[in-house]
């Protein structure tokens, strides 16, 4: 069975305190095949065959700024494990080659996988993230009530600012460019997962 793997490994653990409850939390509402759960100390994992729910995950982790993010991408031992940690196969080694890799890598993120579409991905991933990384408090709030399904017209009333300043904070935060980058991920996610079936 072909499956998206993440493992997820906290950057500076050491010096800061434990952030994976509340990222957990801000991810209980991903539809994963099966759940995120911390594996041992700092990192947890989780397993997804739905290819819309890699750019939800990879967006949250990436506005924290606080992990290193490793994404397997091939098949798994059937049948399929109960927990996340529990699970074997090709696409849980490539995960944790991936968290390795990321430590040392763009963005703190890394895709491995067998076929050649896990560069393409890797390679949109990192785009994704200089337009996220660059991203400001302001440029969120809009971003926020955009995802809501808010028009800017709308949200400029809900920030009590103009239309014209909601366009301005959109246009600086990268929001066309965002939505495009997640409806490109989504695609080569599909695509890795057929191929890899």
Do not use: C
């Not at 080694?93 to 890394?110: C, D, G, I």
């Amino acid at each position: 069975m072909a499956v998206v793997v993440l493992t997820v490994d906290q950057r500076g653990s050491r010096r800061s305190a434990d952030k994976i409850p509340a990222t957990l939390a801000a991810l209980a509402d991903v539809r994963l095949l099966l759940p995120f759960e911390r594996t041992v100390g700092d990192e947890f994992q989780g397993v997804l065959d739905d290819p819309t729910a890699l750019p939800r995950v990879v967006e949250q982790l990436l506005r924290e700024d606080s992990w290193n993010i490793g994404i397997g991408v091939g098949e798994v031992e059937l049948p399929i494990a109960d927990h996340a940690r529990a699970g074997r196969g090709p696409a849980y080694l490539q995960a944790r080659t991936a968290v390795t890799a990321a430590k040392s890598s763009p963005w703190h993120l890394r895709v491995v996988g067998d076929h050649p579409a896990a560069r393409a991905l890797e390679t949109t991933l990192w785009l994704w993230a200089a337009v996220l990384g660059r991203r400001t408090p302001r440029g969120w709030e809009v971003a926020d009530l955009v995802a809501e399904g808010l028009s800017y017209d709308e949200a400029s009333r809900r920030l009590g600012i103009s239309q014209s300043a909601v366009s301005q904070r959109a246009q600086a935060a990268g929001i066309v460019e965002s939505r495009r980058a997640r409806e490109l991920v989504t695609q080569l996610a599909g695509a890795l997962l057929e191929t890899a079936r």
